[in-house]
């Protein structure tokens, strides 16, 4: 029903629009037509205006030297403690699976960054800043702020993965050699992996939507589970079949195996291999460059499909009982 | 005199004049004041049953499958296991004691403790007890699931000095938190970021998946310093009595010395950086303002 002046009912409200800039229509109600936009450039807008502050937020109100350490010294670490555990046991006799772990460990920094920087923008601006109510009614799409403010951790992510790789080539012996890898399979698969990254956010985001201020481990419990079935830092094949069926379900594995199989051909398979389900299944000791890219586009429709509607179901819930604006804290 | 008229005084527990016993009674409501709605959210926000306990299970349960992947000694399990327990607690001490004070600041709490007449250790206590309480149903799942998954096997001789370290690790462990609290507050909108480098990085140096005297002088360093450290390390060398793994840490009986006075040296820092805190929040006011 259109919001307008008391015995109007024939009349648009958006008809009776002065143009007066921000000022009040001529009949002095509230005109939906001036807040729906929503086009393209609407959200373009919203989102570079949501990455900017994303990136303002991560990186500005820090000291610079402080940033970078932060950013490379977590995915640093957690690929030094995997090293380390491989030359313990192996005392450095298998250097192409210390290659992998670097590889592996890089990479999920990135899906962690990514998953975190959607969720943490909700609890941020729910609990923290307390601004969640009012981005939710303005103008720009929800979902698109979302994913501006969880771009900047994702690009955050990604140079601590970059660097983590880098110090594994330099110092860790990690195989790399440009003139062999498949660039056109690592871009499609990079790109496919970042869109979705994204989706699990999202999914994720939703469900801090419902949650309390204590959500802010959530991300990393569920990367954490995400990174026993994704073939990050061992191949799946050592796991029990049905451990291996769900992570053949998981985008994130194909997109793992992507990057392996485009710049580090020299490096096993974590989907294939001896006594994988995968080889039992297809008869193949490991998924070609196609397979690998059709299996995360599926999986990934999968996954985006259910993100968005669960954020739906989400959002509406959140609307429906008044959590928006629902700070908590223990 | 009318009992609205101003007299100076040097704390809201000088100002309020109660009797000692008073006081006393008035800090122990306070820390059950602040634990209670850390364990009572145990049972009210269901989704951390799965997100805190099955979810961290199943990134222990990764480590445990990068050594069975490298047909690792079946101790290293153990390790493994013992030390996805242990991040239970430092992941408490991180998020909720380090950070947290920062967070009552900036939900607009904090001047209201400041402004009451009880002591702010006892509000620190209180966020001790409940995240104690509330780790330790995590950390006793992981354990006892990933245990029996994984068919650990343990072998104690010393019941009781175990008990004695793993009760001197949480001591510590809190004892830092409250340490860190005051300070992270101090450095205002950067205690986000260190929490992100007190965690992998700490579980690196502290050998949470393998034997910290792999790291030589780091581990060294690790060891006199960060509490995850060397209880991890002395707990492992009583819970796996007679299992190879390297050596060159000192004895469990050292180790548990070094725990108590890391925990001493711990709260009397967090008494002091608290009393330097208040003196500040009095002076210049700033730490109400949020979100800086």
């Known amino acids: 029903m259109a919001v307008g002046p008391s015995g109007s009912g024939t009349t648009s409200p958006s008809a009776t629009t002065t143009g007066d800039g921000l000022a009040s229509p001529a009949w002095g109600g509230f005109d939906p037509a001036r807040a729906r936009g929503r086009d393209v450039r609407d959200h373009w807008r919203s989102f570079r205006t949501a990455a900017h502050l994303g990136w303002l937020m991560e990186a500005n109100w820090t000291d610079p030297l402080l940033f970078f350490i932060y950013s490379v010294a977590k995915p640093l670490s957690a690929a030094l403690i995997l090293v380390v555990m491989v030359e313990i046991v192996s005392g450095g006799a298998d250097p192409a699976y210390r290659a992998f772990v670097v590889v ?12 975190a920087g959607l969720a943490w923008s909700i609890l ?23 994913l501006g403010r969880g771009v900047a951790r994702l690009a955050v992510g990604a140079m ?24 056109l399979l690592l871009i499609v698969d990079l790109a496919l992996g970042l869109w979705v990254i994204v989706a699990i956010g999202m999914l994720l985001a939703a469900i801090c939507l419902q949650t309390r201020q204590e959500s802010w481990s959530y991300p990393e419990a569920l990367a954490g589970a995400l990174f026993l079935v994704s073939g990050v830092v061992f191949p799946l094949a050592v796991l029990p079949s049905a451990l291996q069926a769900i992570g053949m379900a998981t985008p994130l594995t194909w997109w793992i195996e992507g990057v392996r199989h485009a710049a580090f051909p020299d490096m096993p398979s974590s989907v294939g291999g001896a006594g994988s389900l995968w080889s039992t299944l297809t008869g193949t000791a490991a998924p070609d460059a196609a397979t690998i890219i059709v299996a995360l586009l599926g999986t990934g429709a999968v996954v985006t499909l259910a993100a968005t509607g669960v954020f739906r179901v989400s959002e509406r819930r959140a609307k429906d009982r008044g959590l928006l604006d629902q700070t908590t804290g223990s | 005199m009318s009992v609205f008229a101003s007299s100076p005084a040097a704390s809201p527990q000088e100002a309020a004049a109660w009797s000692p016993r008073r006081q006393l009674l008035t800090d122990l409501r306070s820390v059950r004041g602040r634990a209670y709605p850390r364990i009572t959210g145990l049972f009210r926000e269901k989704s951390w049953v799965f997100f805190e306990i099955l979810l961290p299970f199943l990134a222990t349960s990764a480590f445990v499958f990068v050594y069975r992947a490298l047909q690792a000694p079946p101790e290293y399990v153990g390790f493994v296991v013992l030390g996805g327990a242990m991040t239970a607690f430092w992941l408490n001490v991180i998020w909720m004691m380090a950070s947290q004070l920062w967070w009552e600041k900036s939900q607009g709490n904090l001047e209201l403790y400041f402004a009451a007449p009880m002591s702010f250790m006892a509000i620190l206590f209180g966020m001790a007890v409940g995240g104690l309480v509330m780790s330790s149903s995590r950390a006793l799942v992981v354990l006892a699931v990933a245990t029996l998954l994984y068919g650990v096997s343990f072998a104690v001789d010393q019941w009781l000095l175990l008990l004695a370290v793993f009760g001197l690790t949480l001591a510590a462990l809190y004892g830092l938190g409250m340490m860190l609290a005051s300070l992270f507050l101090m450095w205002g909108r950067e205690a986000f970021h260190l929490t992100q480098l007190f965690t992998e990085p700490v579980y690196f140096v502290s050998g949470l998946n393998f034997p910290v005297a792999r790291l030589g002088l780091l581990g060294a360093l690790a060891l006199g310093t960060i509490p995850l450290a060397v209880g991890l390390d002395a707990m492992r060398q009583l819970a796996f009595v007679g299992a190879e793994f390297p050596v060159g840490t000192p004895s469990p009986e050292v180790e548990a010395v070094i725990l108590v006075v890391m925990t001493a040296v711990f709260v009397l820092a967090a008494r002091w950086t608290l009393n330097v805190l208040e003196r500040r929040a009095r002076q210049e006011g700033r730490l109400s303002v949020r979100w800086q």
């Open chain 1, 104 to 115: 592996g460990t890089a990479l999920w920094s990135l899906v962690l960054a990514g998953i």
């Open chain 1, 160 to 183: 601590g993965a970059f660097i983590t790789i880098a110090v594994g080539v330099v110092l860790l012996g990690v195989p790399f050699d440009p003139l062999r890898v498949d660039w």
């Open chain 1, 124 to 146: 941020d601006d729910r609990e923290r800043y307390r601004m969640l109510r009012y981005v939710y009614v303005s103008p720009s799409d929800f979902q698109v702020v979302l």
